[in-house]
Structures are given as C-alpha cells and as structure tokens.
C-alpha cells in the first residue's frame, strides 16, 4: 500500500511540478507585493505580580509574512487593562528597528486597587487597519499576599470555610462544551473521513472524554477517546441520509449525547497525513461527484500568513489525489491549504504546520547550578550557527523566583508560540506553548489536533474574502501636532501664517516654525518627547502679530475599543501556591504589605453629588480626584464608558449599530460635536443607559444613552481667549525605568528587604551577542532559599523566534 502510494506521489509531483513552477513565476511577475503588516509581540519578566510591584516589558514587531525585525511605526501603544474592561494605564514606548522596552507599577495610583486578572494590549496606529487580528494581548494576575490576614482581620479569628473547588478554575456543574469537526470541513457520502473533537467546561477549559458514535438506529459506526487537551480523533465513512450522533462519558459519569454534522451527498475533502517523515495531502470525494462534474477542475493552495508559497490547477478524473507536500517551498508556521472548484469557490480547507530544522543554536547557562543567598550569578548566552559563526538576534533575558513551582512546566504563550501559532488562529489556546517544548515527542501530533479542532473552518458557507487596500491610519515615525487657522469671524482659511511651536519639558525648550497651506492646515510632524510636555502654539501674521483662530486637531487617536472582560472564576492551584510560598517569604523577611490599609473612618461630611435624572443607569461614572487627565470629552466617555466606540466625535455602544443619544444637563444634543466644548475638568459624572433601562427615551433611546452632567454648565464658556494662541499639555513617549539590581557589597538606601527578596532577581530588555555570538550578565541572588528560573526569548535576524529556558537553586 505504502509503496503505491509513493509510486503514485512521486508519478504526480512529475505532473504538478512542471505545472507549479510555471504556476509561481507567473504570479510572482503579476500578483501584487505581500502588503506591510506588522505583527508584535510583548515579553513580561512574569506573568503574576503583587500588588504594587513592577512590570517588566519588551517589545518586539515585526514583519507578519516572515518575522524579520520591522521599522514602519516607532510608536507602539502598551496598555494596561483592568477585570472590568478600563485602560488604566497608556505607554506610548518609542520602537527603534522594531525593539523596545517599558513597564508599569501595579500600584492603586494606576487604578491597580485589587487583586486580579488583567491584560496587557499593544498595536500600533497602523496595525488598526486591521482589526483585532494583530493586536497583542495577555492576561496577568495580580495577587495579594496579605489577603488571608486581611480576612482574618476582619473576621476576628473566626476561620473561613474553603469551597471544595476553590483551588481549581471552574467547576463542571454546567454541561460541557463538545463539538466534532470533519477535517476538510464537511462530511461527504461514502467518503472515508476523520472526525476531529474537543471538549471543554463551561470556563473553556479541556475535559477528558470518551464515546463511540452510532447512527439512527443505533448501530455502532466508530469509538473514540481524548488523547490531550480534551482533543482526539476517530475515522468513519459517512452514508448520506443517514444522522450520527456520539454518546460522550464525561470524567464525573456523566453521559451526554451529542449530533455530527450532516452528511453532504457530493464535494470535495482534502486529508493531510504524514508518511515516513513525508507530508502527504489527499483531495477525496466520491463517484456522485464525479458524474455531476467530470474532469472537475480544482485549484490548489497554500498560503503561510498571507502569502501563497504553493499553488496550480489538475483535472480530478478519480476518487483519490495524492501528493507529497514541498516544505522546502514553504515557510515554517501553519500553512492554510485550501481547495477551489472551477469557479473559484472554497471546497475544502485544511491547516496544517510545518517546522524546519535551522542552522541555530542559542544555549543560556549559568556558571554554577547551586548558589548561596546574595552570591553573584553569571548567566552566559550563545548565539551561534553548527559551525560556530555568530547568528545576530536581540533577546530579552529575565530571571525569576518560581516561588513553590519547582514541579510545573510554564506552558503559557511565548515569543515562539505567538508568531508561529497563536497570532494565526482565533480564540485562545491552552497551554499554548506545550506545542513547542521540544522534550515532548507528541507535539507535533497534539498541535495537529488542535488545527483539527480549533482551527477547523468549512467553507461551504463564507463568501469569497475582497481586498481593501484603503489605509486609513498611517505608519507613526513620531507625534504630530496638527491642526488648521482660520479667520476670527467666518470660516475662510488663514494662508501662510506664520506657526510657531514650543515644546517644554524636562529634557528642555524645542521650538519649530512652519506656515499653514491654501486651506490653513499646519503640520509639525515626526516630533520625539517623552513623558508630560507643555505645548504652546501660536499663528502670527508677516507682521508679527496674533491674527486669526486656531483649531487644533486631536493629538492621538483615541484608544481601541476594549472587549477583554474577565469573568470571575476561582483562583487556580497554581496561584494558590505562589500565594501561600511569597507569603511566608515576606512574612520571614518583614516585609510590610504594599498597597493595603486599613479602614479609616471619614468625619468629613459627604460631598452630595448630581442625582441621576433617569431611574437606575446600567453603568455609572463619577469624576473625582483620581480621574487622569484627559483632552476631551470624548477621551473621558471612551477611557471610563465599558463598551463605547469613540470614533473622532462619533459616539455609540459596541452593541448598537447606530450613534448613542446625548443628554447634557437634562437636555438632548442632536448631534454629538455639539459637546466637544465640555472641559472634560468641568464634567462631574457620565451615566450609560442601555437595553430596557432606554425604553423611557422611546425609539431616541434604541441605541443606548448617554448622560452627561457638568458641575457648572457656564464654566466652559471661558471669558477672555487668545484665539490665535494655544497652551496645553500633552503626553510624549513613556520614560522606561532602568530595572534597579542591587550590589549587597555596595550598600544603598534602595537595598533594603523588599529589594533583598524581590520576586524577579534580573530583567536586561537588550541581550545582543556581541561578534563572537556570545553575551554575558552578571546580578546577585535574593537573600531567600529558592528555585530561580532563567528565560530568554527573543528574534534573530532572519525572524527565527527563540526561548530557551533554565534554571539553578539557590540554597546555603
């Protein structure tokens, strides 16, 4: 059979390469250039923090079709989301060459109040012509230590019972989630077919299985049995007319019953198999087919992030076509092979991922694997080709306390797990980096179930996909302050007025000249500057004096719509322990806790604030002291609003296609730009009402409310303005803090316990080999008996992602 096969595959690669290289050089002269696309990744020195401690970060983006380092945008956007869907924090990090670095201090300064799952988000302006498909994201928890002795605090002694299932994410009380996908997309009549499944609670989490299917009559057509994850696969050979369905055993006893899809009488199915190290693809359909459509003519595809590596058009004349795949003509990652009809009609698609071997090996170590408290490590990095050369890369290098995990692989996403997997299949993926461990034997067969399951698609249904190459944010080289001069009294455009801008900050006065264009536009663009900058802009005639009214153009875009939301679920095993190991390490070195006070009483009396004019909102929000600085009004609703799309002066909930409706003061606004002279100071509290809550607004209500109240409506009508004059303060680049690694045989002020017994014991954002492909790095330990992790992830210069991971003990 096997030798048939390679007889027929070797016959066909005769017929197809011939065809395919024609094919290739064809469309390598005629179709149009891969487009720039950028793709980032974040790399944080952990992935659970206490409260109040420091977030380590660097960036890397690169080009989407091959990883390569790229320089279109030297602005990235990092932000910090909160459990209930706010940006708490921005950092606008300056990329250089693709690379940069930052972090954020997980205190109740930044809205960091309480414990939790939040997100780290980063794009660029440009990657939002996108969409959500390449913006990055990850989950964090931040803990509190100290939140056993606070509940003891307050129970007076009393203990508190623990749940049965309080150390496990979930329960499965609700019935699972199990669902069989077809590989190629359909079931075909008398078409010999794997069936993929995944099973999984109600939080998304993997459950083992077993089950066998039967047909309408209750005759037994297959068996089948979870092999990771949740995830396995069984074959049968349909018969159309005939239902299926599966009977599932749960792992509680539970038996469950579950349809297949339905059986389709004609069409096409690709299968992808791997032979004796050779990936075989198989197009399969059946006799009815052939007869409807004799000598079908199918073109076939493969594309790697978006680029066709592969492709050409055969004849079908039987019910089986076999070929071996040419990974040498592919790029690694997860290929998309998909099979067209004569009309250029999705028949089939299958996902399949190709790793290659390169000439790359990158090693970390340290100079010993047992080290005293306080005694100083040397970690040692090589980047080096079999032969020996230098392969250039950039790494990030961060050293951790495992605190009590000593037992447990971390398999959550890393630099190779994101570019190769993640960032091209939706939703999110268990463990994601087990797939990539290269001491596990079955991965690449585990990972193959999963492109089975998770990225199953059957395109029997979609449309073809249209090319839009509108751009509609530009690449960022640098800030832009922008905006238009017109006469004080009409509307008519000051030409060439003389525009002057001053940037003043803790770097210094920078001051530029320009004049505004035929329609009084101005532009000073590719401005560099970090951290809180006084602006001041002023249009002066050839006389030098203040003439005209400047309108400035928003500074920034406003943030992407968030739509992370965390459900509250019950803290996993995992956090418990590290919970349960830092506590007794800081209780052991009198470490007092960060960011928790006791309750005190306010004698004040209670500021009585506005009364919501319209019942119960579904969501309010009152400004206070703590409320950041913001430069409109519209930056205020879509920063603090959950689910409200701020589009210029556009306003809406993510829910509704049409804008919301705008109340100021008790009095409806027929057009949102009527309120963008509210002082975002001068705003005392935004109510969001939706859904049935609306109903009392009639059909003005059926896209949601807004309701705004100011403090003192006359205090945005400011007496006395200097129209040709602007002063403002706006917000340059983040100003990255140096990770501070401290010399116990230097004694310092900043060396005290909590430096002595910190949780990450070394962060370098910048580990580049030198010319002989080695770098070294050189820290002293925490005073605390322990496991230290050491991982480096990073990207060479041919866009090979690498981790590599180690660790040593530190023990007296």
């Given at each position: 059979?096997?030798?048939s096969l390679n007889r027929i595959t070797k016959q066909l690669l005769k017929c197809f390469l011939v065809f395919f290289t024609t094919t290739i050089l064809l469309n390598a002269q005629e179709k149009k250039s891969i487009p720039k696309i950028e793709k980032v990744y974040?790399?944080?020195?952990?992935?659970?923090?206490?409260?109040?401690?420091?977030?380590?970060?660097?960036?890397?983006?690169?080009?989407?079709?091959?990883?390569?380092?790229?320089?279109?945008?030297?602005?990235?956007?990092?932000?910090?989301?909160?459990?209930?869907?706010?940006?708490?924090?921005?950092?606008?990090?300056?990329?250089?060459?693709?690379?940069?670095?930052?972090?954020?201090?997980?205190?109740?300064?930044?809205?960091?109040?309480?414990?939790?799952?939040?997100?780290?988000?980063?794009?660029?302006?440009?990657?939002?012509?996108?969409?959500?498909?390449?913006?990055?994201?990850?989950?964090?928890?931040?803990?509190?230590?100290?939140?056993?002795?606070?509940?003891?605090?307050?129970?007076?002694?009393?203990?508190?019972?623990?749940?049965?299932?309080?150390?496990?994410?979930?329960?499965?009380?609700?019935?699972?989630?199990i669902q069989f996908f077809p590989e190629g997309g359909s079931l075909v009549n008398s078409v010999q077919s794997v069936v993929a499944f995944k099973a999984v609670d109600d939080y998304g989490n993997p459950i083992k299985v077993e089950g066998k299917v039967f047909d309408?009559?209750?005759?037994?057509?297959?068996?089948?049995?979870?092999?990771?994850?949740?995830?396995?696969?069984?074959?049968?050979?349909?018969?159309?007319?005939?239902?299926?369905?599966?009977?599932?055993?749960?792992?509680?006893?539970?038996?469950?019953?579950?349809?297949?899809?339905?059986?389709?009488?004609?069409?096409?199915?690709?299968?992808?198999?791997?032979?004796?190290?050779?990936?075989?693809?198989?197009?399969?359909?059946?006799?009815?087919?052939?007869?409807?459509?004799?000598?079908?003519?199918?073109?076939?595809?493969?594309?790697?992030?978006?680029?066709?590596?592969?492709?050409?058009?055969?004849?079908?004349?039987?019910?089986?076509?076999?070929?071996?795949?040419?990974?040498?003509?592919?790029?690694?990652?997860?290929?998309?092979?998909?099979?067209?009809?004569?009309?250029?009609?999705?028949?089939?698609?299958?996902?399949?991922?190709?790793?290659?071997?390169?000439?790359?090996?990158?090693?970390?170590?340290?100079?010993?694997?047992?080290?005293?408290?306080?005694?100083?490590?040397?970690?040692?990095?090589?980047?080096?080709?079999?032969?020996?050369?230098?392969?250039?890369?950039?790494?990030?290098?961060?050293?951790?306390?495992?605190?009590?995990?000593?037992?447990?692989?971390?398999?959550?996403?890393?630099?190779?797990?994101?570019?190769?997997?993640?960032?091209?299949?939706?939703?999110?993926?268990?463990?994601?980096?087990?797939?990539?461990?290269?001491?596990?034997?079955?991965?690449?067969?585990?990972?193959?179930?999963?492109?089975?399951?998770?990225?199953?698609?059957?395109?029997?249904?979609?449309?073809?996909?249209?090319?839009?190459?509108?751009?509609?944010?530009?690449?960022?080289?640098?800030?832009?302050?922008?905006?238009?001069?017109?006469?004080?009294?009409?509307?008519?455009?000051?030409?060439?007025?003389?525009?002057?801008?001053?940037?003043?900050?803790?770097?210094?006065?920078?001051?530029?000249?320009?004049?505004?264009?035929?329609?009084?536009?101005?532009?000073?663009?590719?401005?560099?500057?970090?951290?809180?900058?006084?602006?001041?802009?002023?249009?002066?005639?050839?006389?030098?004096?203040?003439?005209?009214?400047?309108?400035?153009?928003?500074?920034?875009?406003?943030?992407?719509?968030?739509?992370?939301?965390k459900q509250s679920t019950s803290i996993p095993l995992i956090t418990e322990i590290i919970k349960e190991t830092m506590l007794k390490k800081y209780v052991n070195y009198g470490i007092a806790p960060e960011n928790i006070l006791d309750e005190v009483e306010i004698i004040?009396?209670?500021?009585?604030?506005?009364?919501?004019?319209?019942?119960?909102?579904?969501?309010?929000?009152?400004?206070?002291?703590?409320?950041?600085?913001?430069?409109?009004?519209?930056?205020?609703?879509?920063?603090?609003?959950?689910?409200?799309?701020?589009?210029?002066?556009?306003?809406?909930?993510?829910?509704?296609?049409?804008?919301?409706?705008?109340?100021?003061?008790?009095?409806?606004?027929?057009?949102?730009?009527?309120?963008?002279?509210?002082?975002?100071?001068?705003?005392?509290?935004?109510?969001?009402?939706?859904?049935?809550?609306?109903?009392?607004?009639?059909?003005?209500?059926?896209?949601?409310?807004?309701?705004?109240?100011?403090?003192?409506?006359?205090?945005?009508?400011?007496?006395?303005?200097?129209?040709?004059?602007?002063?403002?303060?706006?917000?340059?680049?983040?100003?990255?803090?140096?990770?501070?690694?401290?010399?116990?045989?230097?004694?310092?002020?900043?060396?005290?316990?909590?430096?002595?017994?910190?949780?990450?014991?070394?962060?370098?954002?910048?580990?580049?080999?030198?010319?002989?492909?080695?770098?070294?790095?050189?820290?002293?330990?925490?005073?605390?008996?322990?496991?230290?992790?050491?991982?480096?992830?990073?990207?060479?210069?041919?866009?090979?992602?690498?981790?590599?991971?180690?660790?040593?003990?530190?023990?007296?």
């Amino acid at each position: 059979m096997l030798n048939s096969l390679n007889r027929i595959t070797k016959q066909l690669l005769k017929c197809f390469l011939v065809f395919f290289t024609t094919t290739i050089l064809l469309n390598a002269q005629e179709k149009k250039s891969i487009p720039k696309i950028e793709k980032v990744y974040i790399h944080t020195d952990r992935t659970c923090y206490t409260l109040g401690e420091s977030l380590w970060y660097k960036a890397y983006s690169v080009y989407a079709y091959n990883h390569i380092l790229f320089n279109e945008s030297n602005i990235l956007y990092v932000e910090l989301i909160s459990p209930d869907s706010k940006i708490i924090s921005r950092n606008k990090t300056p990329l250089e060459n693709g690379l940069g670095h930052g972090d954020f201090k997980l205190t109740d300064s930044i809205g960091i109040k309480k414990p939790g799952t939040y997100q780290i988000r980063a794009y660029t302006n440009y990657s939002r012509n996108f969409g959500n498909d390449f913006v990055f994201e990850k989950e964090i928890e931040v803990i509190d230590v100290f939140e056993k002795q606070k509940e003891a605090k307050e129970t007076a002694g009393k203990l508190k019972p623990r749940k049965a299932d309080e150390n496990v994410i979930g329960s499965s009380e609700k019935s699972p989630n199990i669902q069989f996908f077809p590989e190629g997309g359909s079931l075909v009549n008398s078409v010999q077919s794997v069936v993929a499944f995944k099973a999984v609670d109600d939080y998304g989490n993997p459950i083992k299985v077993e089950g066998k299917v039967f047909d309408a009559n209750e005759e037994l057509v297959a068996m089948f049995l979870s092999s990771h994850d949740g995830m396995g696969k069984f074959q049968m050979e349909p018969q159309a007319g005939k239902a299926y369905h599966a009977k599932v055993s749960i792992s509680d006893g539970r038996l469950i019953s579950v349809p297949l899809p339905k059986v389709n009488e004609t069409g096409y199915l690709l299968s992808f198999k791997n032979v004796q190290g050779k990936d075989i693809i198989t197009i399969k359909t059946n006799k009815e087919t052939l007869t409807e459509t004799p000598q079908a003519l199918l073109t076939f595809v493969c594309t790697t992030r978006g680029a066709s590596y592969f492709e050409g058009s055969l004849p079908l004349t039987s019910t089986t076509l076999s070929f071996e795949l040419p990974k040498s003509e592919i790029a690694d990652g997860i290929t998309q092979i998909t099979l067209y009809d004569a009309n250029l009609r999705p028949q089939s698609e299958r996902l399949v991922y190709i790793e290659k071997e390169h000439d790359l090996q990158v090693s970390v170590t340290t100079n010993k694997k047992v080290y005293k408290p306080l005694e100083q490590v040397m970690v040692n990095v090589s980047s080096k080709t079999s032969t020996g050369n230098l392969v250039p890369a950039s790494f990030s290098l961060s050293c951790t306390d495992t605190n009590g995990q000593n037992d447990t692989k971390d398999y959550g996403t890393n630099i190779s797990s994101y570019f190769l997997m993640e960032s091209d299949i939706k939703g999110n993926v268990h463990n994601p980096s087990y797939y990539f461990d290269s001491s596990n034997p079955k991965r690449l067969y585990h990972l193959d179930l999963l492109l089975l399951t998770q990225g199953w698609r059957d395109f029997l249904w979609k449309e073809m996909p249209k090319m839009n190459d509108t751009i509609y944010y530009k690449p960022e080289k640098g800030f832009t302050v922008s905006g238009r001069v017109k006469q004080l009294f009409g509307n008519k455009p000051k030409i060439n007025s003389n525009m002057t801008l001053a940037l003043m900050g803790k770097t210094g006065i920078n001051i530029f000249d320009t004049q505004t264009d035929s329609l009084g536009i101005f532009k000073f663009e590719n401005l560099m500057f970090y951290g809180t900058t006084n602006m001041f802009l002023n249009s002066k005639d050839d006389k030098g004096k203040g003439k005209g009214e400047i309108i400035a153009f928003p500074f920034e875009q406003n943030p992407m719509p968030v739509e992370f939301k965390k459900q509250s679920t019950s803290i996993p095993l995992i956090t418990e322990i590290i919970k349960e190991t830092m506590l007794k390490k800081y209780v052991n070195y009198g470490i007092a806790p960060e960011n928790i006070l006791d309750e005190v009483e306010i004698i004040a009396k209670k500021k009585n604030s506005t009364p919501s004019l319209y019942g119960i909102p579904d969501f309010s929000y009152v400004v206070g002291d703590e409320t950041p600085v913001f430069n409109d009004i519209y930056q205020l609703i879509q920063y603090n609003i959950p689910g409200v799309i701020v589009d210029g002066d556009s306003i809406r909930f993510m829910r509704f296609n049409g804008a919301a409706h705008i109340i100021l003061d008790g009095f409806p606004i027929n057009d949102s730009s009527q309120i963008n002279f509210i002082l975002p100071d001068n705003v005392e509290k935004i109510d969001a009402i939706k859904g049935p809550s609306a109903a009392i607004f009639g059909s003005e209500g059926a896209n949601g409310v807004i309701a705004i109240y100011t403090k003192d409506p006359t205090a945005n009508v400011q007496s006395k303005k200097e129209y040709h004059n602007i002063n403002q303060r706006i917000e340059g680049f983040y100003d990255a803090r140096v990770f501070y690694s401290p010399d116990p045989n230097k004694p310092s002020l900043e060396m005290d316990n909590t430096d002595a017994v910190r949780n990450t014991l070394f962060w370098n954002p910048y580990v580049h080999p030198d010319q002989t492909g080695t770098s070294r790095a050189t820290y002293y330990n925490s005073k605390v008996e322990t496991t230290v992790k050491v991982t480096l992830e990073g990207i060479t210069a041919t866009g090979i992602p690498v981790v590599v991971k180690t660790d040593y003990i530190i023990k007296n």
